[in-house]
């Protein structure tokens, strides 16, 4: 079965810290974006990250986020199985620790990231252990990222105005105080909507926070997010420097929407009458001559085009990452 859990994505992060390449790890809301992304995954023979939100499971869930993290967790491990490349699952950006606790006794994450930064230090600390000491308690085979420092803009529930980038002796601290299995950092990148152009992207500080974590004995994968901005030569250039993670996920939502977008504009006539005609849609057009075409407006139609366009950005990403023909679970 190609969905794993924590040890076997630790496997993953091992072989990106030791060869340099990235992980990219995908936002997922909704079945189409996780179809192509599996399809593109399995193109290049690259493992693959799932990502859910609290906002994404509540989406799933119709206001319940367990639900949703069920049905999409259950959907996820089931097509899955068709791909020939180890497909993972994290929860990102978790701040509610009942909700955590709740995703680790289902167990159904390979990894939680905890993201208590924008916190004190201390709390941060406090609240980033909890979540460690609670996967250990539990015996669970999840892995836990946190994050030091504070990324700008707005991902779900977390508002930041200002970047402030990680201090690397105070992620030696946080690491060996927290022991966390992955540290996201703060280097300029940001949330939402960016240009790599305008970014003040710093890869000599992850390179400083890396040689900081190992000389303290700690190979800690790092983690960057905010990334959709990011160019492929400036990706390369942080993954020099120990970033394993790279989250994706504006990206995604912009060609799923462009994509739709384009469709339907193309094929306008098929779904929108022409201005001489009544726009009878409560009769579904009975009374006039012009009908809809259903090869045009059927959601499965878009939907595919959808699926094939992700699977393209992926296998880009993927071969940017340098993760492209490293999959170590392909069967």
């Given at each position: 079965?190609?969905?794993?859990?924590?040890?076997?994505?630790?496997?993953?992060?091992?072989?990106?810290?030791?060869?340099?390449?990235?992980?990219?790890?995908?936002?997922?809301?909704?079945?189409?974006?996780?179809?192509?992304?599996?399809?593109?995954?399995?193109?290049?023979?690259?493992?693959?990250?799932l990502q859910l939100s609290t906002g994404a499971c509540s989406f799933a869930g119709n206001g319940d986020p367990?639900?949703?993290?069920?049905?999409?967790?259950?959907?996820?491990?089931?097509?899955?199985?068709?791909?020939?490349?180890?497909?993972?699952?994290?929860?990102?950006?978790?701040?509610?620790?009942?909700?955590?606790?709740?995703?680790?006794?289902?167990?159904?994450?390979?990894?939680?990231?905890?993201?208590?930064?924008?916190?004190?230090?201390?709390?941060?600390?406090?609240?980033?252990?909890?979540?460690?000491?609670?996967?250990?308690?539990?015996?669970?085979?999840?892995?836990?990222?946190?994050?030091?420092?504070?990324?700008?803009?707005?991902?779900?529930?977390?508002?930041?105005?200002?970047?402030?980038?990680?201090?690397?002796?105070?992620?030696?601290?946080?690491?060996?105080?927290?022991?966390?299995?992955?540290?996201?950092?703060?280097?300029?990148?940001?949330?939402?909507?960016?240009?790599?152009?305008?970014?003040?992207?710093?890869?000599?500080?992850?390179?400083?926070?890396?040689?900081?974590?190992?000389?303290?004995?700690?190979?800690?994968?790092?983690?960057?997010?905010?990334?959709?901005?990011?160019?492929?030569?400036?990706?390369?250039?942080?993954?020099?420097?120990?970033?394993?993670?790279?989250?994706?996920?504006?990206?995604?939502?912009?060609?799923?929407?462009?994509?739709?977008?384009?469709?339907?504009?193309?094929?306008?006539?098929?779904?929108?009458?022409?201005?001489?005609?009544?726009?009878?849609?409560?009769?579904?057009?009975?009374?006039?001559?012009?009908?809809?075409?259903?090869?045009?407006?059927?959601?499965?139609?878009?939907?595919?085009?959808?699926?094939?366009?992700?699977?393209?950005?992926?296998?880009?990403?993927?071969?940017?990452?340098?993760?492209?023909?490293?999959?170590?679970?392909?069967?």
């Amino acid at each position: 079965m190609p969905y794993y859990g924590g040890s076997e994505l630790a496997s993953v992060y091992e072989d990106a810290l030791g060869d340099g390449f990235g992980l990219i790890a995908s936002n997922v809301a909704e079945p189409n974006t996780a179809i192509g992304l599996m399809a593109g995954a399995a193109r290049v023979d690259s493992d693959l990250l799932l990502q859910l939100s609290t906002g994404a499971c509540s989406f799933a869930g119709n206001g319940d986020p367990i639900a949703g993290l069920r049905a999409m967790g259950g959907y996820i491990q089931l097509v899955a199985e068709q791909y020939d490349v180890g497909v993972f699952l994290n929860m990102d950006h978790q701040t509610d620790l009942g909700l955590i606790e709740r995703q680790v006794e289902l167990g159904i994450p390979s990894s939680i990231m905890v993201d208590a930064s924008h916190e004190s230090f201390e709390e941060n600390v406090a609240r980033s252990r909890a979540v460690v000491e609670m996967v250990d308690e539990a015996d669970a085979d999840i892995l836990v990222e946190a994050e030091l420092g504070r990324i700008k803009g707005v991902e779900d529930e977390v508002v930041a105005d200002e970047t402030f980038y990680t201090d690397p002796e105070q992620a030696v601290e946080f690491v060996d105080r927290t022991g966390c299995d992955l540290l996201a950092i703060s280097v300029g990148t940001q949330h939402g909507v960016a240009k790599g152009t305008d970014l003040e992207l710093r890869p000599d500080l992850a390179g400083r926070i890396q040689t900081a974590l190992r000389d303290h004995g700690l190979q800690t994968p790092l983690v960057l997010h905010g990334s959709s901005g990011v160019q492929p030569y400036q990706l390369r250039e942080m993954l020099r420097h120990g970033v394993c993670k790279v989250n994706k996920d504006t990206h995604y939502q912009y060609e799923y929407t462009r994509t739709a977008y384009d469709f339907y504009r193309e094929h306008a006539a098929g779904i929108v009458p022409p201005a001489d005609v009544d726009d009878d849609r409560e009769t579904f057009f009975n009374d006039v001559e012009w009908a809809p075409n259903k090869d045009d407006f059927d959601p499965r139609v878009v939907g595919r085009e959808i699926r094939e366009r992700i699977a393209d950005v992926y296998a880009d990403l993927a071969t940017s990452s340098g993760s492209a023909g490293r999959s170590r679970y392909a069967t």
